[in-house]
């Protein structure tokens, strides 16, 4: 069963950078997917208002002529969205399963994308050098985040 009080926490702890989220949904608590599915839509949220976060910071340290630090910004906005759009497709991955096999046992699967999740670590995602190409690919991913999140929401698990 959840523990209310750790899920209490998780849903009103202030938002960090949460590509390292605070594990306070210990791994066997994960064995529905209806659960995962909820945790991964939570860590979704978090991710989304950090990515917001730093995209000011980019457009106001650009704005200001902090060309570098606009530089660094629109990198973690980049690793953030990566991050964002595999939570999305684990999270309709998961509701694909859960329509396909209602009968089979899905803890094994659930804990793997779990985990993959929780221990993320952004700092493997290559980044272009390219700051045009970066631009286009963090608007793109922006619109496909949008297009995933509107098909989760339209596509609950049954």
């Given at each position: 069963?959840?523990?209310?009080?750790?899920?209490?926490?998780?849903?009103?702890?202030?938002?960090?950078?949460?590509?390292?989220?605070?594990?306070?949904?210990?791994?066997?608590?994960?064995?529905?997917?209806?659960?995962?599915?909820?945790?991964?839509?939570?860590?979704?949220?978090?991710?989304?208002?950090?990515?917001?976060?730093h995209y000011e910071k980019a457009q106001a340290r650009h704005d200001g002529s902090n060309d570098k630090g606009a530089s660094i910004s629109m990198r973690k906005v980049y690793r953030l969205q990566v991050h964002q759009a595999k939570i999305l497709a684990a999270?309709?991955?998961?509701?694909?399963?859960?329509?396909?096999?209602?009968?089979?046992?899905?803890?094994?699967?659930?804990?793997?994308?779990?985990?993959?999740?929780?221990?993320?670590?952004?700092?493997?995602?290559?980044?272009?050098?390219?700051e045009a190409l970066l631009a286009r690919l963090l608007e793109g991913s922006k619109q496909h985040a949008k297009q995933a999140r509107r098909a989760s929401m339209a596509n609950p698990a049954a």
């Open positions: 069963q959840l523990n209310n009080t750790k899920e209490q926490q998780y849903c009103n702890s202030p938002t960090k950078t949460t590509t390292k989220p605070n594990k306070l949904l210990p791994s066997s608590t994960m064995s529905s997917v209806e659960e995962a599915i909820e945790h991964l839509t939570k860590l979704e949220r978090a991710l989304d208002h950090d990515i917001k976060e999270i309709i991955h998961l509701q694909e399963l859960t329509k396909k096999s209602l009968d089979k046992d899905l803890t094994k699967e659930v804990q793997k994308i779990m985990d993959e999740h929780e221990n993320y670590d952004d700092k493997n995602i290559e980044i272009p050098d390219d």
